[in-house]
Structure formats: structure tokens, C-alpha cells
């Protein structure tokens, strides 16, 4: 049986302060299309750690 995880979406701030960045590298990579797992809810863009987590390592980052 597969594990469900219970993930919190997060903000464009609590996800540069997770990759330790500034916010405005953030928006900035969403707005180059830079690969970064973004997903617009509304107006917002929101994120998931994991997402963030497996973009980095698959070097998502490094682009």
C-alpha cells in the first residue's frame, strides 16, 4: 500500500528561504522558465518541498 503524504503547499518566500535564496531569484526563475516546480493556485504561486528538493538534486537548480 502506498504511503500518502500529507505535504503543506508553501509561498514563493518559504520556498527561497528553504533553497536559500531571495525571494526575487524565485520569480525570477519562474518568469525565465527555469524548470522550477511552480504551480499557480489563483494568483499565487505555490510549492512543494519535496518538488523543490528533487529539482535541486536532479540539478534543476544549476540551469
Known sequence: MAEIINEKWIGIDDA?????????????????????????????????RSELDEWVKSGGSAI
Open 16 to 48: 527561497a528561504e528553504h533553497l536559500g535564496i531571495k525571494p526575487v531569484t524565485v520569480r525570477d526563475w519562474i518568469k525565465k522558465g527555469k524548470g522550477i516546480p511552480a504551480h499557480k493556485v489563483g494568483k499565487k504561486w505555490k510549492f512543494l
